[in-house]
């Protein structure tokens, strides 16, 4: 379910998806997106070795990660924005999530985060770098659906894994993301824990407001929390 979902690598579907297969999809979504942050750092590494326009070598990098990807969490991300910008009403928001065309809002933010991740890579030290702040993205999936955390609609993806990650289970999640970007090579060793703290509070930021609003999580605001934590990651991880 994590590889189905999150990549477009071919695999068989689930036998059952219930609630456990629900949650541990989520909490081994950054194991699934392993092979789109190896493709990544090898574009940017890439890129580097060859002295190719930083501008360019990021583009083709995010280009890379969304292709992998299907463009699931940048959809998520401009229909967020369209809801969250577009009513007060719970659900005239939820309306204007489902729908399948981006407003202005949503187009708005997509590019604007677009840049800020694309401008962030142009200053990351090496591949590693940039691998490393897909994967933060993805780890913050299981912060997203912990126990607690509603869902908005009573179907769909969102219905599907709100909730179903054990507490204990999405805090180890990070915990092990702050551990293991300690050994970020050519950074600092702060930075890597940095990038995952900061990563974290702002997908959390979004998580409180999409609740706050829209009675919970959807597909949608998943794959948001994504973004703007990658986005975020890559701040602190460029020089």
Request: aromatic share 2%.
């Amino acid at each position: 379910m994590a590889v189905g979902t999150l990549t477009t690598v071919p695999v068989p579907a689930p036998r059952v998806i219930d609630r456990r297969v629900a949650g541990w999809a989520m909490v081994l979504g950054p194991l699934a997106a392993f092979p789109l942050a190896v493709a990544a750092g090898l574009v940017v590494g890439g890129g580097q070795a060859l002295q190719l326009p930083g501008l360019a070598v990021a583009g083709l990098a995010l280009g890379v990660v969304a292709l992998g990807s299907r463009g699931l969490h940048l959809d998520g991300l401009a229909d967020t924005a369209d809801g969250l910008g577009a009513s007060y009403d719970r659900g005239k928001a939820l309306d204007v999530m489902r729908r399948g065309d981006s407003g202005p809002t949503g187009v708005a933010t997509l590019v604007l985060v677009l840049l800020v991740q694309a401008g962030a890579l142009t200053g990351v030290p090496n591949g590693f770098a940039a691998g490393a702040a897909v994967l933060i993205g993805r780890c913050t999936l299981s912060m997203s659906c912990a126990r607690g955390v509603p869902s908005a609609r009573p179907e769909g993806l969102g219905a599907t894994v709100a909730g179903s990650v054990p507490r204990a289970a999405a805090v180890a999640v990070g915990v092990g993301a702050a551990g293991l970007a300690v050994l970020l090579p050519g950074l600092p060793w702060w930075r890597g824990p940095l990038a995952v703290v900061l990563a974290y509070a702002a997908a959390a930021v979004l998580l409180g407001r999409c609740v706050k609003r829209l009675g919970g999580v959807t597909g949608d605001t998943l794959g948001a929390g994504v973004e703007v934590a990658v986005a975020a990651a890559l701040l602190v991880l460029s020089t």
